[in-house]
């Protein structure tokens, strides 16, 4: 007999220690309720003595923070990305890369 659910969250939960799982950046808030829900898991396993529980939610609580950190690295290696040069100076590489071109063909 399969023990019942008390938790819409337990598949999830699951679902968070994939390695394989490469969570959308619009759903971070939703990573995040994720991770509060297994902190009070946490907590009221503990309170109740069920330690064996305490450790499998730990190991999804720590898989769930590390997707949190992914996705904020990537934002932050996109901002860094997107933000560091102004547009003016990408078109101004742009056209020394495409005159340089021109002068190293031959025949042109």
Known sequence: ??????????HEHACVRCSLLRPDPAQRARLVDIRDNLIARIAEAEREGRL????????????????IAQLDAR???????????????????????????HESTPGA
């Open 52 to 67: 064996g529980e305490v450790e499998g939610l730990q190991v999804s609580l720590v898989a769930a923070e590390e997707k």
């Open 1 to 10: 007999m399969r023990k019942r659910l008390r938790n819409p969250l337990h």
């Open 75 to 101: 934002q932050s290696a996109g901002h860094r990305r997107c933000s560091s040069k102004s547009p003016r100076s990408i078109k101004a590489e742009l056209e020394r890369a495409v005159s340089h071109d």
